[in-house]
């Protein structure tokens, strides 16, 4: 097609799309991520003519989506919780749902002067909200892989915020105690893979992804290695399987038999996030 413009395009990718039995939603997200639109920028360019490269790229960007390929891979970068953060193949894709895990820590803590420690932080996605919404925060990002905390760290001077980062497999080379530790570890069971979609398991990292014991196995590690790094009142704040409460609520009661466990629902009525109060 020549002088195709805007609306031609997302026309088009919307038909493909459907065609592939895909969600055609990601027309409009491929099309406004690569012209760094909002959705009202879109709407005034309806009718410009794209240049024979963006149609190209767009095209190209469509078709690998049909494949399999994940939207926010093909544009490098995801939305979080109001952030632009950059994606690759080395990090998840942050979730809306752990957006909530987010917003339940903020409503818990108006302290300007809180430690927090973001364990398995991938695109820094949680720690740098955080840090983001509570700019005097002393914040620490951790991950076990450099390649996910050098992402972290480009997101981190992207935003143009400060935090300490380090490697380390959960509390290994962690120095220091905490108000508050957040957690979205790894916690599908291996078995649960044919249930999941394809571009993830394809695409997204499968140490990310999966722990052994039905998906328990970091949960269990992390509450034997809290000890320590706990200030007084401090809080652990974790996202789960929706089929986990029950499991990792009895984890950490048994660790810690004086601290408080709390199971939280999902705007969709799951359990999906624990805290535990020390």
Not at 36 to 54: C, G
Not at 61 to 74: D, E, F, H, R, T
Not at 168 to 197: C, H, K, Q, R, W
Request: charged content about 20%; proline content about 4%; aromatic content about 8%.
């Amino acid at each position: 097609m020549d002088n195709v413009t805007v609306f031609k395009a997302q026309k088009w990718a919307f038909s493909f799309i459907a065609e592939h039995q895909k969600e055609t939603s990601a027309a409009e997200l491929l099309l406004q991520g690569q012209m760094n639109w909002s959705t009202t920028e879109m709407l005034v360019h309806y009718q410009d003519v794209l240049s024979q490269e963006q149609w190209a790229l767009f095209k190209a960007n469509v078709i690998k989506y049909c494949q399999g390929w994940p939207a926010q891979y093909l544009l490098g970068k995801a939305n979080f919780f109001g952030l632009e953060l950059k994606v690759t193949e080395d990090t998840l894709i942050p979730r809306q749902e752990t957006e909530e895990l987010v917003e339940w820590i903020l409503a818990d803590h108006k302290n300007p002067e809180l430690t927090v420690l973001d364990i398995g932080t991938g695109t820094g996605a949680i720690g740098l909200s955080l840090k983001t919404e509570r700019p005097t925060w002393q914040v620490t990002l951790s991950d076990i892989s450099p390649k996910a905390l050098a992402i972290a760290k480009e997101n981190q001077a992207r935003l143009n915020v400060t935090t300490t980062l380090v490697e380390s497999d959960l509390l290994t080379n962690i120095v220091g105690t905490f108000d508050v530790i957040v957690s979205n570890p790894p916690y599908i069971a291996t078995d649960e893979a044919d249930l999941m979609d394809e571009s993830v398991l394809k695409h997204e990292p499968k140490t990310a992804l999966f722990a052994p014991d039905n998906g328990l196995y970091l949960y269990k590690q992390l509450a034997k290695q809290l000890t320590g790094h706990l200030r007084p009142h401090a809080t652990l704040y974790l996202e789960i399987g929706f089929k986990q409460a029950k499991a990792v609520t009895e984890i950490f009661a048994q660790e810690f038999p004086h601290a408080t466990v709390q199971v939280k629902q999902d705007i969709t009525g799951h359990d999906r996030m624990v805290k535990v109060s020390f």
